[in-house]
């Protein structure tokens, strides 16, 4: 059974360069969340998506993010000009249903973002 | 915004020892969870707490969903030196978890 699949694991961009990081969620899960954690900070939530659509991306940065969860393949996690502000390890979640229905949800290993 | 006030924030204990931490909110989650999370790692799940009032153990973990819904604490029996990490709670409200600032738990042998 394979678990959230992240990658990369670690990526290092130079300032004004584009990071993109991919999630595949657990077998059958088909509904997404992006989580920021910042250094020796718990995490953040950014934006949940089920397949095609965004259903809440209240914790998305109003610009330079994007986020996307395609019909076929991984959800997505777009920042543009990336910012020494935006280093941090990003995670990725999945559940088979809405967190608010008590649904477990898991946890990929994360992204690793250095902007330098 | 929901803020969750976790603590303490780190713990220096010798091992065998038990410990505790909890969690506390001004809001109301209808879950709590508790995660462990090693250097380089993802957060893993170790107890979730559905109803109020609600005492779950997993092993020598034990947490309780606290009965005004606002708070939560989580105890470790007999530690061992596997049990370094960094532990968070996490109150589930609408279709997001809040994460508390975790409580980063040392063990001397």
């Known amino acids: 059974n394979a678990g959230v699949m992240q990658n990369p694991r670690h990526l290092v961009r130079r300032r004004g360069q584009e990071a993109r990081l991919r999630c595949s969620p657990m077998?059958?899960?088909?509904?997404v969340y992006w989580y920021r954690q910042l250094p020796e900070e718990g995490l953040k939530f950014m934006v949940y998506l089920q397949k095609e659509n965004i259903i809440d991306e209240s914790g998305m940065p109003k610009e330079r993010f994007s986020a996307e969860f395609p019909k076929e393949g991984p959800s997505i996690l777009r920042i543009q000009q990336v910012v020494r502000g935006d280093s941090a390890a990003y995670f990725c979640?999945?559940?088979?249903?809405?967190?608010?229905?008590?649904?477990?949800?898991?946890f990929g290993e994360g992204s690793w973002l250095t902007v330098v | 915004g929901q803020q969750l006030n976790q603590s303490p924030q780190s713990m220096f204990i010798q091992e065998g020892e038990d410990v505790s931490m909890n969690c506390t909110s001004s809001?109301?989650?209808?879950?709590w969870l508790w995660y462990k999370q090693d250097p380089g790692e993802g957060p893993v799940l170790l107890i979730a707490?559905?109803?109020?009032?609600e005492l779950t153990s997993n092993g020598r973990l034990t947490a309780q969903f606290g009965i005004t819904r606002k708070d939560s604490f989580l105890n470790i029996s007999a530690s061992i030196p596997s049990d370094v990490g960094i532990y968070f709670c996490a109150g589930q409200g609408a279709q997001k978890l809040v994460f508390g600032q975790g409580t980063r738990l040392t063990i001397n042998p």
């Open positions: 077998k059958g899960h088909s509904h």
């Open positions: 707490l559905y109803k109020a009032g």
């Open positions: 979640a999945s559940s088979t249903s809405p967190q608010s229905s008590g649904n477990t949800i898991y």
């Open positions: 809001s109301i989650f209808n879950t």
